[in-house]
């Protein structure tokens, strides 16, 4: 149990695209998801948290409108990378907590960004 | 949240005790800890958590000691699968934004056969 996927695993697009990135709760259903991203030989640093059917909260730095959060449902969140650029290129984990039961963080396999 | 102290980085034989030390002097009473591994280019995976007993599970048992400033996991037969980066993470109770995890640096496991 307690599965969350992601999809696409990998993705290579060009300056000035935007990546629509999907988060999902495979067998339960998610009351809150979070987005992290994560460098090279660096941790995981918290971009923003969402729950389903309001607007995400972002941490302090994160750019609310170039990375745009969708929640629309209690299994899918969405990460969207508008006009991504090089410095963009990043691994990008969602995480998920269930709506019933212990609330232990579940995250996903990553997303792999490079912006040429 | 409060803080977390871990070593930079372990060696384990294969087969026997991993034990992965870490520190949270500064720990509240209702925070609770929990510990996860990243094995390279995936998302982590959750271990073990614990308030202040110790706690067990198929994959680590986790002890927390009785002041609860310290606590260690330990994976009983490390094999080379468990080479990873283990967070010891302190977060309150509660849902939403409050369950948030904050990711320090981590202890590198490396098992050696």
């Known amino acids: 149990g307690a599965v969350v996927s992601q999809h696409p695993s990998r993705v290579i697009c060009k300056s000035g695209t935007s990546v629509k990135i999907e988060c999902r709760s495979l067998d339960f259903q998610a009351t809150t998801m979070f987005w992290y991203r994560q460098f090279p030989k660096q941790s995981l640093m918290l971009m923003a948290t969402?729950?389903?059917?309001?607007?995400?909260?972002?941490e302090q730095g994160v750019e609310k409108d170039k990375f745009l959060i969708n929640h629309a449902s209690l299994t899918l969140s969405t990460l969207t990378v508008t006009s991504a650029h090089p410095e963009d290129s990043s691994f990008y984990i969602c995480?998920?907590?269930?709506?019933?039961?212990?609330?232990?963080?579940?995250f996903g396999p990553g997303t792999r960004l490079t912006v040429l | 949240d409060a803080k977390t102290t871990q070593p930079t980085s372990m060696d384990c034989a294969e087969g026997r005790a991993a034990n992965l030390p870490c520190n949270h002097s500064?720990?509240?009473?209702?925070?609770?800890v929990y510990w996860y591994r990243q094995i390279h280019s995936q998302g982590p995976q959750y271990i073990i958590h614990?308030?202040?007993n110790n706690e067990t599970n198929e994959m680590a048992s986790l002890i927390i000691t009785e002041d609860r400033k310290s606590s260690t996991l330990i994976l009983p037969h490390a094999t080379l699968r468990d080479t990873a980066v283990y967070y010891c993470?302190?977060?309150?109770?509660?849902?939403?934004?409050?369950?948030?995890?904050?990711f320090g640096t981590g202890t590198l496991l490396a098992v050696q056969p």
């Open positions: 995480s998920a907590t269930q709506r019933s039961g212990p609330d232990t963080q579940y």
């Open positions: 993470i302190v977060r309150g109770p509660g849902g939403g934004a409050t369950n948030k995890l904050i």
């Open positions: 969402s729950n389903e059917g309001s607007k995400a909260t972002y």
């Open positions: 614990g308030l202040k």
């Open positions: 500064t720990i509240s009473g209702n925070e609770y």
